[in-house]
């Protein structure tokens, strides 16, 4: 069934958000206030109309997992009428699924990869949560477009890999209509998460730059949800950042999340930095663990790199036409030295910058010639543009001169894949190269790397008593110093993709290296990727995740502040407002009085200050100013001179001090 839907995208973008309704008979919170104010102005009776002693753990729990595509696959059925569904092995968001609690439920939130008739959507949205437990969410095409290929592909992907819309022509300008079709997109998202939600039991926990500002919307509705955020791609630094016009809406709506996760330390540096320079926000470290205190409000910050399924991985090793794959390109490339390439056919995967320094390498160490080869599997591209279609014409262009330059009889340098490869063909060729070689200019994470890691340690062997590692146990890496999983790989060959020479020598130094440093760099490699794998970051995510929460039930919350500026003031159950009476009754019974006045931010941050003065303010610092002006310590001429200084006496041209 279709959510409701908001007609006017001007009033969506710009936060005048109506009430969402959810559906009946679920345990709900008590209502929160959700106004503009101060939390001066709030009484204390308010305060206690949303506390609550309810008690959580992870294991009883259930959590909804919220992406921009289910995982799932999708395929007309035979007579055209209706549709089948399956599981996506090779999603994620299914395979994250093994690092929770075996009670704990599971629900996705998503939208399909294909187009539902709306005749047919009840059907299908039926279907997909009683089989699946899943949650579709249909958009509506014109919304989905704008939304996707517009604001996501041609604004936020863009700049998250460092690349900036110096014309029209070249990534495109920033376009507010697009922006008010995402933030209409994450509503609908928002709508379905409401629709199945327990806020008071569920976990939620959405992914990625699609749905980055998917936690206002939630926590506007939900102040006390444990909701947990992660960014798949890069972030950029702030002098990247800063050029996004939407810039402070995105931060704020990420700091309604509880938890904030990032796959490097760069990552997350790069987060704290805008919201230090934009929100004047400061993190703090204790213990291992970063937080960004907001309103009240701890925000952990999360680092860790996600890993491979290892289960996936060893049972496509374990079958039986795996060896003949094997067999058959061992055959194909016997007696060659195979480096191998596998990337998305995208602007940033640096794959003309792999094949030029393969050229480079053939020019300098000509001893390869007639032996080295490079394969490179490109995937297809997830969307189009001129800047595509230019890499796409460069890369074939090159092979074909590198081809011709020096191939012969029986021998081609560049063998190019620009079709779709399953993964167990994909894992047929890792197992064949000596060497993986990843160049992308920027990468979020990008795990070829840990998947030809696990495939070069083989299978193990069943027949065997000691149960001994079938495959070849050896295995090579230069990969790009600009990408994700770099760090974690301290044997690979890192180099700046950019310099073609650099990157030509690594190759040579990584094939032509002795067995033993291959073993020795392999084993250490793999007893890092077998260890940190998929389920492994998962299950370090959501561990996380309560324990960032496990106070939510405890705190007085208060809902405040309109469109992207909601946010959510937490204050301890002990806090009590301060009486103004007895404020004043005080000041004037003491003898030494220290007043504090903020200029500049040096009390308050800047965002929190009201900079326009209302008139009784102004009635009272001017009697300040005359009781502080008749100090008897004060001479009569540095009362004169204190006087025309604050403007309470008018100066005198003959008055020089």
């Not at 921009?68 to 092995?89: E, H, I, M, T, V």
């Not at 922006?179 to 327990?198: D, G, L, T």
């Not at 007696?335 to 640096?350: A, P, R």
């Amino acid at each position: 069934m279709l959510s409701r839907s908001y007609t006017n995208l001007l009033d969506l973008a710009s936060g005048n958000f109506p009430a969402i309704g959810g559906r009946g008979g679920r345990k709900r919170l008590p209502r929160v206030m959700t106004v503009p104010g101060i939390v001066s102005e709030l009484d204390d009776d308010q305060a206690n109309s949303v506390s609550s002693d309810v008690q959580s753990s992870v294991s009883q729990d259930r959590i909804i997992i919220v992406g921009n595509q289910l995982p799932l696959k999708a395929r007309r059925r035979p007579d055209g009428k209706g549709w089948s569904f399956s599981w996506d092995d090779e999603s994620l968001l299914l395979q994250l699924k093994d690092g929770f609690p075996e009670d704990m439920e599971v629900i996705y939130v998503g939208s399909l990869r294909v187009d539902v008739d709306p005749a047919d959507q009840d059907d299908v949205s039926q279907t997909l949560l009683e089989r699946f437990k899943c949650v579709p969410a249909f958009l509506p095409l014109e919304i989905a477009s704008r939304y996707y290929n517009g604001f996501c592909k041609q604004q936020l992907w863009p700049l998250f890999h460092y690349m900036l819309p110096y014309s029209a022509e070249h990534s495109g300008r920033f376009d507010r209509s697009l922006w008010e079709a995402y933030v209409s997109a994450n509503n609908y998202f928002s709508q379905k998460v409401i629709e199945v939600i327990n806020p008071e039991d569920d976990y939620v926990w959405i992914h990625d730059y699609h749905l980055m500002v998917l936690p206002t919307f939630l926590r506007r509705r939900f102040n006390r949800l444990r909701m947990g955020f992660f960014l798949h791609s890069p972030f950029p630094s702030s002098e990247i950042y800063r050029t996004l016009p939407v810039r402070e809406e995105i931060l704020k709506a990420l700091l309604n999340a509880d938890l904030i996760g990032f796959h490097t330390f760069d990552y997350a540096r790069h987060f704290l930095s805008c919201c230090s320079r934009m929100l004047g926000l400061e993190y703090q470290s204790k213990r291992g663990y970063i937080g960004l205190e907001y309103y009240g409000r701890t925000v952990g910050i999360k680092i860790m790199p996600v890993g491979v399924h290892m289960g996936q991985i060893e049972s496509v090793l374990s079958l039986a036409d795996n060896q003949w794959r094997v067999d058959d390109l061992k055959r194909q490339f016997e007696g060659k030295t195979v480096l191998l390439g596998v990337d998305d056919m995208d602007i940033f995967k640096g794959i003309n910058l792999k094949i030029l320094a393969m050229e480079q390498m053939l020019k300098v160490h000509s001893s390869w010639w007639g032996t080295a080869v490079l394969v490179q599997i490109a995937n297809p591209a997830r969307g189009g543009g001129r800047d595509l279609e230019e890499i796409q014409r460069e890369i074939q262009q090159s092979c074909k001169r590198i081809n011709e330059a020096f191939g012969q009889p029986g021998y081609e340098p560049v063998v190019y894949i620009d079709h779709p490869v399953s993964i167990a063909e994909r894992i047929a060729f890792y197992m064949i190269a000596e060497c993986v070689v990843v160049t992308a200019v920027r990468d979020g994470m990008n795990l070829t790397p840990y998947e030809y890691i696990v495939c070069r340690q083989g299978r193990t062997d069943a027949s065997s008593e000691s149960g001994s590692s079938v495959g070849p146990r050896k295995s090579m890496l230069v990969v790009s110093e600009f990408i994700g999983c770099s760090p974690s790989l301290s044997g690979a060959i890192r180099v700046n993709p950019w310099n073609i020479e650099a990157t030509a020598e690594a190759m040579n130094e990584a094939i032509s290296m002795s067995e033993t440093e291959k073993q020795l760099r392999h084993e250490k490699h793999y007893k890092y990727v077998s260890t940190h794998d998929v389920s492994y970051w998962s299950r370090s995510f959501i561990l996380d995740m309560e324990r960032t929460c496990k106070d939510h039930f405890r705190r007085r919350c208060w809902g405040i502040g309109l469109s992207f500026g909601f946010r959510v003031v937490a204050l301890d159950p002990n806090f009590r407002k301060l009486s103004i009476d007895a404020i004043a009754s005080t000041y004037k019974r003491t003898k030494s009085r220290v007043i504090m006045l903020d200029y500049d931010g040096t009390v308050m941050p800047q965002f929190a200050i009201n900079k326009t003065p209302s008139a009784e303010s102004g009635r009272h610092t001017t009697k300040i100013h005359y009781e502080m002006a008749d100090a008897p310590k004060l001479t009569n001429k540095g009362k004169t001179l204190y006087k025309q200084n604050m403007g309470l006496m008018p100066t005198s041209r003959r008055d020089i001090y």
